[in-house]
């Protein structure tokens, strides 16, 4: 069976890993990097992602997307606060978030899958296959709306997604393969942009999840933003100039911050340098990492009340846990550890690399749906309660969060009104009372046989699938009939939108490789053209003038071939090119050799 | 939104008993697999949970025995083995799945599990509790009327740690009170056991049984009661 690769599809960096051997194993790209930097440019040339998209984020500030995760299954109202901090501009269409790009709009869901399928690539190149099934991790405190929107990102960058996996859990099967673990582990997940807790019961291969709390909007990116925001502040006060008017600056000041940051997980004092704009000179400021705590100190002070709760929805206090798992890049810093270990009480284990780990889980989960592992299993729940809309604004609960998926219940409905014919239903998803403060997941109308009111009675079962995404189906229980239900999602693509996107993306990805494999082609002929050269250097007496002719007739059409547009052509000529030079090769190779032993014996008499 | 009306998978609602194998039409002899084509078969509706997880219906349970039979059910049913086999086997795998994490959630903790057996013994006990128990009756409006005056009081004045101190003191006698009904719980749960280890068929025992399962349902509506107004008075207290 074709192979299925683990994607961690991260806020800064994202990763692609497959199982090997019993072990998973991380893809590293040509650069022998393994982790591909989240960000997509738009540049005169198309679309770039990865490690030379990050070059555009201060040349070209407003076509480059980062942090797009932070969008995903959002509207725009739940981004507001923090729309200034983002140079490239957000729009909404049909409750999705668009991000505009020069002259056309993207859905995140739509840059996502230009990182995934730089990832795909990766991995194709990497194992010489075609790769079309993946599992692709999510925080594990993502809603309906934000898995869906994941899920619809892979179909887009022509995956089938075959499982969405939580990150904590994914770097639990990791660290469980590798360390043999039995017993109770805490996860916690602090990465760019998201913060995850879990709490897991590990038994003979069983990893059941008994509790998972967090917080999907805090991570490395606010440490960050805290000490850009202090740059900007003293060089406003300092020069009297206002960065915030200059978005390639911005970015600057932006990786300068992550920088620093990071290197004060080593260091104990980190000058940060900028140059600022309009010839004003350079900004440059010692920060200590007792400065950067108390900077960050609140925000890291957040996640300990996620912890808390997951604890008590586990019905354990902090002595019962066994391990603590540290997973995510932010949980190098120093701070980050400390109120790690004082809120569990032991020294948290970063033994694996805490941005590969996550990456390596879900390539094990990859591996259990293939069919390879069959000793391991997961048992994940759903973060959140899902319910419905009942009168008075009030959202009645049907399936509990931390319940183990899948995950199912059911509800009647029937009617108050005689001949009514329809039943309209609010999905949602959040653990407050009312209606407004929860999650708005999808609405639907339920067909209903027009009867005297309190007649009709409608079966709806609301599942949540091992994926924690919810799937409704209807049943008539007078009739046996079922129905099919349109839900319109509230902060979702429609079905038919994720359709025409997958159409667009083939047909760029059409346009893609045919610009990909002319490129190659072209590099290819430029080295075969250099090394002909050389050898007529040096070998051109050697061989007859017919021979000569004929490869000079073949480097013209090699060079002609290669004006075109047509990778094959160039190819098929060099190829010709490579005939052509044969006798020349092996002519020069024998010569080679002759020297060779020419200068051997030379050397043997001295 | 209309009106609905609740219906937790009530194990009454039943549909044809499975015997059938859908695959092959053999007879299915085994517990979960066709023995003939191996197919995995829908759990049937039918089945209580305390039958699905092999465990007797009894209160009292082996959560050990418990647990292990939900990771080898969990083995045989989740999704994840069911990636490469037909639409139909995953359909079922799924339904599978997600009855048995109901059945053990329903199981593993034990006022669920009481108000499920009184499900099956009795009928439903979720339209019961809206009245507070009769002997904590008086003591209950007065605790309403102290919460009530707590509440518009000054922070900080005397009779706000007066009223607190009277909140106080009522929340220890509620949680001991809470204390008492679990202990009394606990012995239901044993006369229940013990009498369906009789397996008397007797008038008596019919007596009997109608005496416990009386018991159980009222001590579940007072505990539920109690537990309201004791998060209450955690909550306004703090």
């Known amino acids: ?606 | 939104m209309d009106h609905h009306t609740h219906s937790t998978a009530s194990p009454r609602e039943l549909q044809m008993a499975r015997s059938m194998c859908w695959h092959c039409q053999s007879e299915v002899a085994g517990e979960y697999f066709c023995d003939r084509c191996v197919k995995v078969q829908p759990v049937s509706k039918e089945l209580d949970y305390f039958t699905c997880l092999g465990i007797p219906r009894r209160l009292t349970i082996d959560q050990h025995q418990l647990e292990n039979k939900f990771y080898e059910l969990s083995r045989a049913f989740h999704p994840d083995f069911y990636q490469n086999k037909s639409t139909a086997e995953q359909t079922i795998s799924l339904g599978n799945s997600a009855l048995l994490n109901t059945a053990y959630r329903t199981l593993r903790d034990p006022i669920e599990r009481a108000e499920y057996l009184l499900d099956l013994e009795a009928g439903s006990v979720k339209e019961i509790r809206n009245s507070p128990p009769a002997d904590l009756f008086e003591e209950i409006l007065e605790l309403q009327d102290t919460l009530n005056e707590y509440r518009t009081t000054d922070r900080a004045s005397e009779t706000e740690s007066t009223l607190r101190a009277k909140l106080q003191s009522e929340r220890n006698t509620l949680e001991q009170r809470q204390r008492d009904m679990e202990t009394a719980l606990q012995q239901l749960f044993v006369q229940w056991d013990a009498l369906q280890d009789r397996g008397e068929a007797t008038g008596q025992a019919r007596v009997e049984r109608d005496r416990i399962l009386k018991e159980i349902r009222e001590n579940l509506s007072n505990r539920t009661y109690v537990k309201n107004i004791v998060s209450d008075l955690v909550s306004t207290i703090g």
């Open chain 1, 1 to 606: 069976m074709a192979r299925i690769v683990g994607i961690d599809l991260g806020t800064t960096n994202s990763l692609v890993a497959y199982m090997a051997g019993g072990h998973p194993h991380v893809i590293p790209g040509r650069n022998e990097r393994t982790m591909v930097p989240s960000v997509v440019a738009m540049t005169d040339n198309g679309l770039i992602v990865g490690d030379p998209a990050k070059e555009h984020l201060t040349r070209n500030p407003e076509r480059t997307v980062y942090s797009v995760k932070r969008f995903m299954g959002k509207g725009l109202e739940d981004v507001q606060s923090e729309l200034a901090y983002f140079p490239y501009q957000l729009t909404e269409q049909g409750g999705v978030i668009r991000i505009k790009l020069g002259e056309k709009t993207y859905s995140p869901p739509q840059i996502s899958a230009m990182i995934l399928k730089e990832l795909k690539q990766r991995a194709e190149a990497h194992l010489g296959e075609s790769i079309t099934r993946a599992v692709i991790t999510v925080p594990a405190y993502f809603n309906d709306s934000q898995r869906q929107a994941t899920k619809d990102a892979g179909m887009i960058a022509g995956l089938d997604v075959l499982r969405i996996i939580n990150e904590p859990t994914a770097a639990s099967l990791a660290y469980g393969l590798q360390r043999k673990t039995q017993g109770t582990i805490a996860v916690y997940d602090l990465g760019g942009g998201t913060f995850d807790i879990s709490i897991l019961k590990l038994k003979n291969g069983i990893f059941e999840v008994l509790a998972t709390n967090g917080d999907t909007h805090l991570g490395g990116d606010d440490f960050d933003r805290q000490i850009a925001d202090l740059f900007v502040r003293e060089i406003l006060e300092q020069q009297g100039l206002d960065l915030t008017s200059y978005p390639d600056h911005m970015q600057a000041v932006r990786l300068e911050a992550e920088r620093t940051k990071i290197r004060l997980s080593n260091e104990l004092k980190v000058t940060a340098v900028l140059d600022l704009p309009g010839g004003k000179g350079r900004y440059s400021r010692d920060l200590t990492r007792d400065q950067l705590e108390s900077l960050t100190r609140k925000l890291v002070e957040r996640t300990l009340e996620p912890c808390r709760l997951a604890l008590k929805d586990a019905a354990l206090t902090s002595s019962d846990i066994d391990e603590v798992v540290l997973v995510g890049g932010s949980t190098r810093m120093p701070l980050v550890r400390q109120l790690v270990q004082a809120l569990f009480g032991k020294e948290p284990h970063c033994e694996l690399n805490p941005d590969e780990v996550v990456a390596l889980g879900a390539a094990v989960q990859a591996d259990i749906l293939s069919g390879g592992t069959t000793d391991l299993l997961l048992l994940d729940v759903t973060p959140l309660s899902l319910g419905i809309e009942t009168m008075g604004g009030v959202m009645s609960s049907l399936i509990r969060r931390n319940t183990t998926i899948p995950a199912s219940a059911k509800e009647m409905f029937t009617t108050y009104v005689d001949g009514q014919t329809g039943v309209d239903i609010h999905i949602l998803q959040g653990e407050r009372e009312l209606v407004k403060d929860n999650r708005s997941l999808a609405r639907f109308r339920l067909k209903v046989p027009p009867l005297p009111a309190g007649v009709p009675r409608i079966e709806v079962t609301f599942l949540i699938d091992a994926n924690g995404i919810l799937n409704v189906s209807a049943r008539d229980v007078r009739t046996g009939d079922t129905q099919s239900l349109a839900v319109k999602p509230s902060y979702g693509l429609k079905d038919d939108e994720v359709e025409r996107m997958i159409g667009e993306s083939y047909k760029f990805a059409a346009d893609d490789l045919k610009a990909r494999q002319l490129i190659e082609a072209r590099t290819e002929a430029d080295a075969i053209l250099m090394a002909t050269e050389k050898a007529l250097k040096q070998g051109a007496h050697l061989v007859g003038e017919e021979d000569l002719s004929s490869i000079r007739t073949a480097i013209r059409a090699v060079e002609a071939a290669k004006s075109g547009e047509d990778h094959k052509a160039i190819r098929a000529k060099m190829a010709d090119l490579e005939k052509a030079t044969h006798h020349l090769a092996e002519v020069l190779m024998d010569s080679s050799l002759k020297e060779a032993l020419e200068n051997k014996k030379l050397t043997e008499i001295t």
